[in-house]
C-alpha cells in the first residue's frame, strides 16, 4: 500500500503537545498519548507515555483496526491503541485525540464526579452536557473501551470523558483543537473546585446554550 504523508500531521501533533506541556495540562510526569486522523482508517500515534518533547520519529502510522503500519509502538501505548480507534469509529468528526492526567480534571475522576456545564467557555466548544464519567475499567480494554463508545455514540454533546481514577480523554477536529478543549476543560474543573471553596458552582440555564451559539453566529456573520 501506498504510505501517506504525515508530515502535516505529524508537526500539529507536535504543537498541540508543546502547547499542553508549557500550560501544565500533561501534570507533571508529562504522560499523555495524542493521535490524529490521516485517513478514514488509519491515524497518527504517539509511540511513547512521555510526550514532552516530541520530534518526527515519536509516531507510528496505525490503522483503526489497531494494524502497525509503520513506525513502532512502545508496549504501553499498544494497549491504548483501541482507545483511540474506536472513538474515531463512533465519532466520524472526530480529527484528534488527547489523553491526558490534566491536574484538575483527574481530580474529579477519582472522585468519581462529572464536571458540570458552570464554565461558558465549555459550551462555545460545542460541549453542552456534563463532561461524563466513565466507570473503571482497566486502561484500552474491551471493558473500558465499549463504554468509551457508547457515551460517545449517544452524547453528541460530549467531546471529552473522565476515565474513572485515571485521567482525561478529549477529541475535536484537529489536534490544536483538541488540545485548546482539554485545557479549557482543566479550567472548568479547576474554577468548580474554587468555586466549591466559598458555596457552589452555579450551572448554565439551559436557554445559555442557544443564547451562545445565536451570539457566536451572530459574530460569524458580522466578521
Known sequence: MTIPDTSKAKFELMSAA???????????GHHANLSA?????????????NVANLDENSFALVRTDGTVIEGEVAPTQA???EMHAAVYRARPSAGSIIHTHAPHATVFSVAHQSIPIAYEP??????TEPIPLIPWAPRGSSASVDQIVEVVKAHPGVYAVLL????????????????????????AAEVVLNARLIGKEQVLPEEAFTRIKERMEEFAVKS
Not at 508543546?18 to 507533571?28: I, K, N, Q, Y
Not at 486522523?37 to 491515524?43: G, N, Q
Not at 484537529?174 to 479549557?184: F, G, I, R, V
Open 18 to 28: 508543546a502547547d499542553l506541556r508549557d500550560s501544565g495540562v500533561m501534570f507533571r
Open 37 to 49: 486522523r490521516i485517513s478514514p482508517d488509519t491515524m497518527l500515534l504517539t509511540r511513547g507515555g
Open 79 to 81: 494497549e491504548i491503541i
Open 122 to 127: 465549555l459550551v462555545r466548544f460545542g460541549i
Open 164 to 187: 474513572a481514577n485515571h485521567g482525561v480523554l478529549a477529541f475535536a477536529g484537529s489536534p490544536a483543537e483538541t488540545a485548546q478543549l482539554l485545557a479549557t476543560v482543566d479550567e
